[in-house]
């Protein structure tokens, strides 16, 4: 099943030659040194993709940042199933409109968030900014004027009440006490906040495209706050079926030809996604794991923590295909994410007219919904 998803690549993590090794006699047969560096070339006017192509001929992060845009670009042009994991405070720092683009260009196929960013998404659809700040000095007045600070970011409490009250109304809509995924809950969100939003953001955009988002965590989020206060105003019980989440998500990837990673950061959307190609199991099969993946984390891997986790160590779990081509890129995400995207966004021009999002088999989770 699924021979495809075999083919050959450039090897874990390893990109292909960029050309000979032009140098001394002693070095031309060593097949160590076939490919030189090249040093960056600055232009008075250069694109984002001109700029990583520079970039790729160079070394540490700068060549790294080149191998996420050409392995993302791979996973598209190969048609591969695409989870996409968004951790840490993505919208807040002004993440969402590259996350929208990504939906709305078909760059991702299944999105795994923490609750906390689909939270910022609808305060920001609603119209309410996040405000550029210092980062610290001035807590204790913060504090009391009641405006929170994300550290160079902040965000009055009046505003994200304003947000959280939409979310409450919005759950007293569900039908209480029937269990739902939270796919399913961000469908319906976003199919509510579009006849309302002030500007088109991730949850409205998913909604309109099919794409699905999962928040395996949802109740460490104000939309978790949202609908417990309104079981506690009115009993109306809203029921996260997060084990039909596990159950989709497996599926996908199940009946997926091949499937691709993109971390941000790491958290509970990273190993949500990781553990998906594993899951087969539970339905009697095996499937070999991602084979393509980028993360983009500044956490290390000796500390045991999974957003550090090396896709090297995913393999010893058959998370990762043997034969995957993967990068990590050890920049921060708003720097790397904008540069990556940007260059894909040029190089891939209009990919909604060659590339339709894949028929998601949800499996029997989703049966009678």
Same mark, same amino acid.
């Given at each position: 099943?699924?021979?495809?998803?075999?083919?050959?690549?450039?090897?874990?993590?390893?990109?292909?030659?960029?050309?000979?090794?032009?140098?001394?006699?002693?070095?031309?047969?060593?097949?160590?040194?076939?490919?030189?560096?090249?040093?960056?070339?600055?232009?008075?006017?250069?694109?984002?993709?001109?700029?990583?192509?520079?970039?790729?001929?160079?070394?540490?992060?700068?060549?790294?940042?080149?191998?996420?845009?050409?392995?993302?670009?791979?996973?598209?042009?190969?048609?591969?199933?695409?989870?996409?994991?968004?951790?840490?405070?993505?919208?807040?720092?002004?993440?969402?409109?590259?996350?929208?683009?990504?939906?709305?260009?078909?760059?991702?196929?299944?999105?795994?968030?923490?609750?906390?960013?689909?939270?910022?998404?609808?305060?920001?659809?609603?119209?309410?900014?996040?405000?550029?700040?210092?980062?610290?000095?001035?807590?204790? /007045?913060? !504090? %009391?004027?009641?405006?929170? *600070?994300? #550290?160079?970011?902040?965000?009055? +409490?009046?505003?994200?009440?304003? $947000?959280?009250?939409?979310?409450?109304?919005?759950?007293?809509?569900? /039908?209480? !006490? %029937?269990?739902?995924?939270? *796919?399913? #809950?961000?469908?319906?969100?976003? +199919?509510?906040?579009?006849?309302? $939003?002030?500007?088109?953001?991730?949850?409205?955009?998913?909604?309109?495209?099919?794409?699905?988002?999962?928040?395996?965590?949802?109740?460490?989020?104000?939309?978790?706050?949202?609908?417990?206060?309104?079981?506690?105003?009115?009993?109306?019980?809203?029921?996260?079926?997060?084990?039909?989440?596990?159950?989709?998500?497996?599926?996908?990837?199940?009946?997926?030809?091949?499937?691709?990673?993109?971390?941000?950061?790491?958290?509970?959307?990273?190993?949500?996604?990781?553990?998906?190609?594993?899951?087969?199991?539970?339905?009697?099969?095996?499937?070999?794991?991602?084979?393509?993946?980028?993360?983009?984390?500044?956490?290390?891997?000796?500390?045991?923590?999974?957003?550090?986790?090396?896709?090297?160590?995913?393999?010893?779990?058959?998370?990762?295909?043997?034969?995957?081509?993967?990068?990590?890129?050890?920049?921060?995400?708003?720097?790397?994410?904008?540069?990556?995207?940007?260059?894909?966004?040029?190089?891939?021009?209009?990919?909604?007219?060659?590339?339709?999002?894949?028929?998601?088999?949800?499996?029997?989770?989703?049966?009678?919904?």
């Amino acid at each position: 099943m699924r021979d495809s998803r075999h083919s050959a690549g450039h090897g874990p993590g390893h990109p292909p030659a960029a050309g000979p090794y032009i140098g001394g006699a002693q070095d031309r047969h060593d097949a160590l040194l076939h490919t030189h560096v090249r040093p960056f070339q600055v232009k008075d006017k250069a694109s984002a993709a001109e700029i990583l192509e520079g970039m790729a001929g160079t070394s540490f992060q700068a060549r790294n940042l080149a191998q996420a845009a050409r392995i993302w670009r791979r996973m598209i042009e190969d048609g591969a199933t695409i989870f996409f994991g968004l951790a840490g405070a993505m919208v807040p720092a002004g993440m969402r409109d590259v996350v929208r683009h990504l939906i709305e260009n078909r760059m991702v196929d299944v999105i795994v968030s923490t609750g906390a960013n689909m939270f910022h998404d609808v305060y920001e659809t609603l119209g309410s900014p996040h405000w550029q700040s210092a980062p610290g000095g001035m807590d204790i /007045e913060l !504090g %009391r004027r009641r405006i929170n *600070r994300f #550290y160079d970011v902040l965000a009055p +409490e009046s505003d994200f009440a304003d $947000a959280e009250e939409f979310v409450v109304a919005f759950a007293h809509t569900l /039908e209480a !006490g %029937r269990p739902i995924t939270t *796919r399913e #809950y961000f469908q319906r969100i976003g +199919e509510a906040l579009a006849p309302v $939003a002030r500007q088109e953001g991730i949850l409205t955009a998913a909604a309109k495209a099919g794409v699905p988002i999962y928040s395996p965590a949802i109740g460490d989020s104000v939309h978790g706050l949202a609908v417990t206060t309104a079981r506690v105003r009115t009993g109306h019980r809203v029921v996260f079926d997060v084990i039909g989440d596990v159950m989709e998500t497996s599926h996908i990837a199940l009946k997926a030809e091949r499937t691709g990673v993109i971390y941000v950061g790491g958290g509970t959307p990273k190993n949500f996604i990781q553990q998906a190609e594993v899951a087969a199991y539970i339905y009697g099969e095996e499937v070999p794991g991602h084979k393509y993946g980028v993360q983009i984390t500044m956490d290390q891997p000796q500390w045991g923590g999974l957003s550090g986790c090396t896709f090297e160590e995913a393999q010893s779990w058959r998370k990762i295909a043997p034969d995957a081509d993967f990068v990590t890129v050890n920049v921060e995400a708003t720097v790397a994410l904008p540069l990556i995207v940007s260059a894909l966004a040029e190089e891939l021009g209009d990919v909604r007219s060659r590339r339709l999002l894949p028929e998601l088999d949800f499996g029997p989770a989703a049966e009678g919904r």
